[in-house]
C-alpha cells in the first residue's frame, strides 16, 4: 500500500483491489456513475452489483497475470477514486491503456496528478509498457490541462466520439512515450 497527501494535508492510501472490496467499489460506481462526469458510466444504463462483480474478478485476475495494474484510492475505509492501465494485446503489448475517475468532492487537491505518476511508474516495471494511451473528452478541460502537464500529446481528435449529457462531444486522444 502507498499513500499520498493531499494539497490540503489529507493522507490517502493506494492499493491493489481485493475480492472484499466488492461492497465498497459497487458504492463507489453508483457514486460516479450518479455524478454524470466525464467517464463512460451513465446514469441511463446504470452498473448492477452483479456487472460489478464480474468486473472486480476480470480485474483481480488480470492483475494477476500481469496484464493490467488498477489502484483503489482510498480515504479510510472509503473507495473515492480508481485508476488503471491496461496492456494492450497481440502486436501491441508494448502499449497500456490508462484511465482514472476521482469522487467530486476529492478532485483539484494533487490526488489525480500523483496517482497518475505512480500508476505510470508501476506501469512500466509490473507491466514492462513504454508506452501510454488515454482518449477523454473535448471539453473535460481539467484532465487535458493535467495530461499535457504529466508529458501527454495529442494525436488525434474524434469528432462526436462520446455523447455526454444529451449532446455529442468530440474525444481527443493522447500518447504518453515512457522511454
Avoid: W
Avoid at 460506481?29 to 441511463?44: R, S
Avoid at 491496461?86 to 496517482?115: P, V
Amino acid at each position: 500500500m502507498k499513500t499520498l497527501t493531499t494539497k490540503l494535508g489529507k493522507i490517502i492510501s493506494i492499493r491493489l483491489p481485493q475480492p472484499t472490496d466488492l461492497n465498497a467499489l459497487y458504492k463507489y460506481a453508483k457514486t460516479i456513475e450518479a455524478e454524470d462526469t466525464y467517464i463512460t458510466l451513465n446514469p441511463k444504463e446504470p452498473i448492477t452489483l452483479e456487472e460489478e462483480k464480474s468486473f472486480l474478478k476480470h480485474t483481480i485476475d488480470q492483475i494477476n497475470k500481469k496484464t493490467k495494474l488498477h489502484f483503489l484510492v482510498l480515504d479510510g475505509d472509503q473507495i473515492i477514486g480508481a485508476s488503471h492501465i491496461e496492456k494492450n494485446g497481440r502486436r501491441s503489448t508494448h502499449i497500456g491503456t490508462f484511465g482514472i475517475a476521482l469522487l467530486k468532492e476529492y478532485r483539484s487537491q494533487g490526488i489525480g496528478k500523483k496517482l497518475m505518476e505512480y500508476i505510470i511508474s508501476e506501469a512500466q516495471t509490473t507491466l514492462k509498457v513504454s508506452k501510454i494511451s488515454l482518449n477523454c473528452l473535448a471539453n473535460n478541460k481539467v484532465a487535458i490541462k493535467l495530461y499535457k502537464k504529466l508529458g501527454f500529446k495529442k494525436y488525434g481528435r474524434l469528432p462526436q466520439g462520446h455523447q455526454f449529457h444529451q449532446k455529442f462531444v468530440d474525444t481527443i486522444y493522447f500518447y504518453k512515450d515512457l522511454k
